[in-house]
């Protein structure tokens, strides 16, 4: 997916700051709906003005291997939650710069499915009356962490559209039992077993049955 194209990139500056989220709590609303939309655009618009300035052609594979994975949640109307409490000091970790300090943090949790729930944390500043989300401003090391991560994701999901291109009818069939009756752990166990791939690719599998 090209989540940031020439056009995004050349327009960051001119997103502006006279609609948005006017509470920390707003923010959880505003990125559900752009999940929900599939527009990326909309999604980088909650970046804070500052990290949005971080988003260059150097930078862009670590933006997007964010933005990218987020765009694939799905999120039922209505079925979210969030809470909000003071931010504490963001990780320091190698590669990773904060343009600057977040003082909210946001938990937003949604089920995506039976047996299933995601939580997505979020650092929040503002600006104004307005709220963002903060995101780190990438340095070498991160990009190249990126870079490994998504050849990692496009790995896994090769191996997992294998699998179920492969998978027999009798085992899909007992598979699906076990997710009708509430029991997708054992389904994604059972899978693994059967076939001796990852616990990680069964449960990508399992997602898609």
Same mark, same amino acid.
């Given at each position: 997916?090209?989540?940031?194209?020439?056009?995004?990139? #050349?327009?960051? #500056?001119?997103?502006? $700051?006279?609609?948005?989220?006017?509470?920390?709590?707003?923010?959880?609303?505003?990125?559900?709906?752009?999940? $929900?939309?599939?527009?990326? $655009?909309?999604?980088?618009?909650?970046?804070?003005?500052?990290?949005?300035?971080?988003?260059? @052609?150097?930078?862009?594979?670590?933006?997007?291997?964010?933005?990218? *994975?987020?765009?694939?949640?799905?999120?039922?109307?209505?079925?979210?939650?969030?809470?909000?409490? @003071?931010? !504490?000091?963001?990780?320091? #970790?190698?590669?990773?710069?904060?343009?600057?300090?977040?003082? *909210?943090?946001? $938990?937003?949790?949604?089920? @995506?499915?039976?047996?299933?729930?995601?939580?997505?944390?979020?650092?929040?500043?503002?600006?104004?009356?307005?709220?963002?989300?903060?995101?780190?401003? @990438?340095?070498?090391?991160?990009?190249?962490?990126?870079?490994?991560?998504?050849?990692?994701?496009?790995?896994?999901?090769?191996?997992?559209?294998?699998?179920?291109?492969?998978?027999?009818?009798?085992?899909?069939?007992?598979?699906?039992?076990?997710?009708?009756?509430?029991?997708?752990? !054992?389904?994604?166990?059972?899978? #693994?077993?059967?076939?001796?791939?990852?616990?990680?690719?069964?449960?990508?599998?399992?997602?898609?049955?």
């Amino acid at each position: 997916m090209r989540v940031l194209g020439m056009f995004t990139l #050349a327009c960051i #500056a001119c997103f502006g $700051q006279a609609s948005g989220p006017a509470t920390p709590e707003q923010v959880a609303k505003y990125f559900v709906d752009a999940i $929900q939309s599939g527009s990326t $655009q909309r999604r980088i618009e909650l970046l804070h003005p500052q990290t949005r300035a971080c988003m260059t @052609p150097e930078t862009k594979e670590y933006f997007d291997w964010i933005i990218s *994975r987020q765009m694939k949640y799905v999120i039922l109307d209505g079925k979210f939650a969030a809470a909000v409490r @003071p931010a !504490d000091p963001p990780p320091n #970790a190698l590669g990773l710069d904060y343009p600057v300090t977040p003082t *909210r943090q946001l $938990q937003v949790d949604f089920s @995506p499915g039976p047996d299933r729930g995601i939580s997505v944390v979020m650092l929040l500043a503002n600006v104004g009356p307005r709220w963002y989300e903060v995101l780190p401003c @990438p340095g070498p090391d991160a990009i190249l962490g990126a870079r490994y991560a998504q050849e990692e994701s496009r790995r896994q999901d090769e191996r997992a559209r294998g699998l179920l291109a492969r998978m027999p009818d009798s085992l899909r069939d007992d598979l699906l039992n076990m997710i009708r009756n509430g029991r997708r752990v !054992d389904a994604i166990r059972r899978l #693994a077993e059967a076939t001796g791939e990852e616990l990680v690719i069964a449960r990508m599998v399992v997602d898609t049955l």
